[in-house]
């Protein structure tokens, strides 16, 4: 006799694998709580090296504290820069995310553990030397006084960013440094349940990051939005891809059914990029391509809830202070490695295994 999967078993949608102190998605009401403070109310006010306080010690650091855990994550780029040589050919893949997935690999060779600091600052320094390298570039030397998102946008552009640049890249970094137990932070946590080390986790997590369906789609968000290239142009090609069947980018979420609230943290980082004097014209685009899209699927698709996700505006944010396409996806790993590095540490407290049950659905023996 075949058994029958639990109800909402499909994915594990419904299905609770841990209790975590890390985060909280609430997707009926569009809120995403980060240790107790709500995103819209932490991005902006808070730096990386707050969240990494935040996630890793469970209190947003005082001055002291940040200034420490700034010069650790700085240590972590300058360890890693010094590794570049020594790394073979993992940067040279032609898909980012594998380069980024084979250079963090290396740094688990060694006997003694990396920190989640220098685990951080690693992954800027590899995403920014595979970007130069792309561009046949040498890579550029960390800066230890500069903090992680001014620090990464100089190593990947070449000089130093404004402070608004750096402001909105602290912005993007915090607001997906965590996210529930989405695909990669659930592949970290099975790996740390079986003991092994915390690259291990790390590297599982950004294999699943590189699949289209996770962390994936803010690169084709701003292919979309150079297809329209202007606003009274929406309507009219949001319609002839729905009619294709084609998906519209950066719209609906698994989880939401409402806007995502990091939507809204990243256009109004975005706007205020804008009235600082950084100017591509995207944004206005943008909002109306978002409001073109919710009604035209809400029109064809009223029993579901579409409404734009992280990705929408991630592509005009990242776009906007200087980091090029290719690299969208590693520039969201090097925020969300804070929260994996977080999980891993949770999942090795409980001590368990994480071994979920399957169906049998094969023929039975004769």
């Not at 898909?95 to 006997?111: C, I, N, Q, S, W």
């Not at 920190?115 to 130069?132: C, E, K, M, N, Q």
């Not at 809204?264 to 073109?292: C, K």
Request: net charge neutral; charged share 20%; hydrophobic share 50%.
């Amino acid at each position: 006799m075949v058994s029958k999967a639990a109800p909402g078993a499909a994915g594990l949608d419904g299905i609770v694998a841990a209790e975590t102190r890390l985060s909280e998605v609430d997707g009926e009401r569009g809120r995403l709580v980060l240790a107790g403070h709500d995103v819209e109310r932490l991005a902006g006010a808070a730096r990386f090296e707050d969240v990494c306080g935040l996630l890793w010690d469970g209190a947003l650091p005082d001055a002291a504290e940040r200034e420490r855990l700034r010069a650790s994550v700085a240590s972590g780029r300058l360890l890693a820069f010094e590794e570049l040589g020594r790394i073979g050919d993992a940067l040279t893949a032609a898909d980012a995310t594998a380069a980024l997935r084979a250079a963090m690999g290396h740094l688990g060779l060694g006997e003694a553990e990396p920190a989640p600091a220098s685990l951080a600052g690693a992954a800027a320094v590899f995403a920014a030397a595979w970007s130069r390298a792309r561009e046949g570039k040498p890579p550029v030397a960390p800066d230890p006084a500069l903090g992680q998102a001014a620090d990464l946008l100089r190593m990947i552009r070449g000089n130093a960013p404004s402070d608004e640049a750096a402001q909105a890249l602290d912005t993007y970094l915090v607001t997906v440094s965590d996210h529930g137990m989405n695909a990669s932070t659930f592949a970290a946590r099975i790996v740390a349940s079986t003991g092994s080390d915390r690259v291990s986790a790390i590297v599982a997590a950004i294999g699943a990051l590189k699949g289209p369906l996770h962390g994936g789609a803010p690169g084709p968000v701003l292919d979309m939005l150079d297809a329209i290239g202007a606003p009274e142009r929406a309507v009219e090609w949001l319609d002839a891809e729905l009619r294709a069947g084609r998906r519209i980018m950066g719209m609906g979420h698994r989880i939401y059914r409402v806007r995502d609230p990091r939507a809204a943290v990243l256009e109004a980082a975005a706007l205020r990029l804008e009235r600082s004097g950084v100017r591509t014209g995207r944004l206005e685009l943008a909002r109306a391509v978002e409001g073109a899209a919710a009604s035209a699927l809400a029109a064809r698709h009223p029993e579901r809830s579409l409404c734009a996700n992280v990705e929408f505006y991630t592509a005009v944010l990242l776009d906007a202070v200087g980091i090029p396409r290719t690299l969208f996806t590693p520039t969201f790993a090097v925020g969300r490695i804070v929260g994996w590095c977080a999980h891993v540490a949770e999942q090795r407290a409980t001590g368990r295994l994480i071994r979920p049950a399957s169906v049998y659905i094969g023929p039975a023996p004769s």
